[in-house]
C-alpha cells in the first residue's frame, strides 16, 4: 500500500524501476525522487518532476551522494553524468560551499514557514467550518425532535440555520467538505439533513439561483424527511426493507408534508420538495410517480442531493461509496431518474474530485480531497496527506494548484483502503471493512 516514504525506511533506497543519478544530471522536466524524509526538505513532497532551473539548482546545493528518478515519469532523460573536477583552492571552495548551504538552509526555512503558514490558513478554515455546522447539527437536531410541539418555533430555527449556513457556504465553499465527510453526529437525522442541505445549496449556486431562492431550497432540503420521525426507527435502520416494512417507509413523504402544513409558515415550494424528494424523472418514484417537469423544481433538485448523501452515507456504511464513486453511479447508472441538466450541474458544482475523496498522487502518496479547486484548474485540488507519522491536527495540506508538480493520478475506493488510512484521513466516518461492500 503506498504511503510516504518518510514513514517507511525502505523507501530511501532504490525502487523498482528507478535509477541512480546525482545532480549534475538534473534539469527540468527529470523526475527525481530525494531519500530523505519529508520534513528534512523545503519541497512540498519528495517524489516530483523538476519545474526549473531554480528547483535543479536547490537539490544539488543539498549534496545528496545519491538521488532517484523514474524514468517512466520524466518528461526529458537525465543529463549525462559528469565528473566532478578537484577544486584549484580547497579554501575557497570550502567557504563557497558553506556560503551555499546556509543560502540553502535560510531558503528551506522560508519555504517551511511558507508551507506551514498556508497549512495552518486552511486548517483553520475547517475547524471553523466544523465549529459552525456541530453547532448547526444541534439546533436541526432540537428541531426535528420539537417540531411535534412547536413546528412555527423548529422551523424558525432552520430557517436560521440555513441562513447562516448559505453566508458561509457562498464565503468560503471549501466548507462543504466538512458536511459531505462528516457522519461524526450522534443524531443521523440532523447529518443527513445538513448534508442533504449543504449538496442542495451547491446545486443551487451552481444553477445560480438568488440567495433568496437559495434561503427556500436550504429550508426544504433540512425538511425533506420531517415525515421520517413517525417511523419506528427499526424501520428506518433496515436496509433491506421487506415490501410491507417499505410501504411504511414510502409514507414518510405524504405524512412529513401533512406535517410541515401544521407550521403554516412554510412556502409551496418547500412543501413540494418534503411530499416529492422520491419522484424519478423516469415515473419510477413515490408518492404520486410523477414524471418530467411535474415533478416541482425544488423537489427535483433535493432529489439529486438527497441520493447523493444516501450513496456516500448509507445505512448500511461498508457499503458506502466514495464522492467519486457516487456521483459515477448517479451519471451512468441512474441518469433516467434525475433531471438531467441540474444533474450536470450538480456533478460541476462537486467538481472532478469531490471533496472527501481518497486519491492517489502521482508521486505514490495516499490523500483526501478536503477543498475545492479554483476556477480553471479542476484537476489541482487541495488534499490532505496521508502521513501516520505526522499527527492528525498537524496534517500535511497540499494545494496541488500553487505548485502543479504533482498531480492526481487516480481516485481510490474506500474499501481498497486500510481502516488507519480511513480513520486519519476521514476520521468522522464510521469505518469497518469486516464484510466487503455488495
Not at 178 to 204: E, F, N, P, R
Not at 245 to 265: K, L, P, V, Y
Not at 303 to 319: G, H, K, Q, T, W
Request: proline share 7%.
Amino acid at each position: 500500500m503506498a504511503h510516504d516514504m518518510s514513514s517507511d525506511p525502505d523507501k530511501l533506497t532504490r525502487q523498482a524501476g528507478e535509477l541512480c543519478i546525482d545532480a549534475s544530471q538534473l534539469r527540468p522536466g527529470v523526475h527525481v525522487r530525494l531519500p530523505v524524509p519529508w520534513m528534512d526538505h523545503h519541497f512540498m513532497f519528495s517524489s516530483f518532476v523538476i519545474a526549473d532551473e531554480e528547483q535543479a539548482r536547490l537539490i544539488a546545493a543539498m549534496k545528496l551522494p545519491q538521488l532517484f528518478c523514474d524514468p517512466a515519469r520524466c518528461k526529458v532523460p537525465p543529463l549525462p553524468r559528469q565528473e566532478t573536477a578537484a577544486p584549484a583552492d580547497p579554501a575557497a571552495d570550502g567557504k563557497a560551499e558553506q556560503d551555499e548551504l546556509a543560502a540553502l538552509e535560510a531558503a528551506r526555512e522560508e519555504a517551511r514557514e511558507r508551507r506551514t503558514r498556508m497549512m495552518d490558513a486552511l486548517r483553520e478554515r475547517l475547524v471553523k467550518a466544523e465549529q459552525h455546522y456541530r453547532g448547526a447539527a444541534r439546533t436541526v437536531s432540537r428541531a426535528i425532535r420539537g417540531f411535534a410541539t412547536n413546528p412555527r418555533q423548529s422551523v424558525a430555527d432552520l430557517a436560521a440555520v440555513c441562513e447562516k449556513s448559505t453566508a458561509a457556504l457562498l464565503a468560503d465553499p471549501d466548507t462543504a467538505f466538512v458536511l459531505i465527510a462528516d457522519k461524526g453526529h450522534d443524531d443521523g437525522h440532523a447529518a443527513h439533513a445538513l448534508s442533504v442541505m449543504t449538496l442542495s445549496l451547491l446545486l443551487g449556486k451552481q444553477a445560480q439561483l438568488p440567495e433568496q431562492a437559495l434561503g427556500v431550497l436550504g429550508t426544504a432540503a433540512l425538511l425533506h424527511d420531517i415525515g421520517k420521525r413517525l417511523i419506528s426507527p427499526s424501520i428506518l435502520r433496515n436496509s433491506e426493507r421487506n415490501r410491507h416494512e417499505e410501504a411504511i417507509f414510502r409514507t414518510h413523504c405524504r405524512s412529513g408534508h401533512d406535517e410541515a402544513m401544521r407550521a403554516g409558515s412554510l412556502s409551496k415550494p418547500m412543501l413540494e420538495a418534503i411530499l416529492h424528494h422520491h419522484e424519478r424523472i423516469d415515473g419510477s418514484g413515490f408518492p404520486e410517480r410523477l414524471s418530467g417537469n411535474a415533478i416541482p423544481l425544488a423537489a427535483r433538485m433535493v432529489a439529486i442531493a438527497d441520493r447523493f448523501d444516501s450513496l456516500v452515507n448509507p445505512i448500511d456504511y461498508r457499503r458506502a461509496l466514495g464522492p467519486a464513486e457516487a456521483l459515477s453511479t448517479m451519471w451512468t447508472r441512474e441518469q433516467r431518474g434525475f433531471d438531467t441538466s441540474f444533474l450536470q450541474l450538480f456533478v460541476r458544482a462537486m467538481g472532478i474530485y469531490p471533496p472527501g475523496s481518497i486519491v492517489q498522487l502521482s508521486d505514490g502518496r495516499i490523500g483526501a480531497v478536503v477543498g475545492s479547486a479554483p476556477v480553471g484548474k479542476p484537476l489541482l485540488p487541495k488534499v490532505m496527506i496521508y502521513a501516520p507519522e505526522v499527527p492528525h491536527r498537524e496534517a500535511i495540506i497540499a494545494d496541488l494548484a500553487t505548485q502543479e508538480v504533482v498531480t492526481i493520478e487516480r481516485v481510490l475506493r474506500l474499501q481498497d483502503r486500510s481502516v488507519e488510512e480511513v480513520r486519519y484521513l476521514l476520521p468522522q466516518r464510521k469505518v469497518n471493512w469486516s464484510c466487503p461492500a455488495q
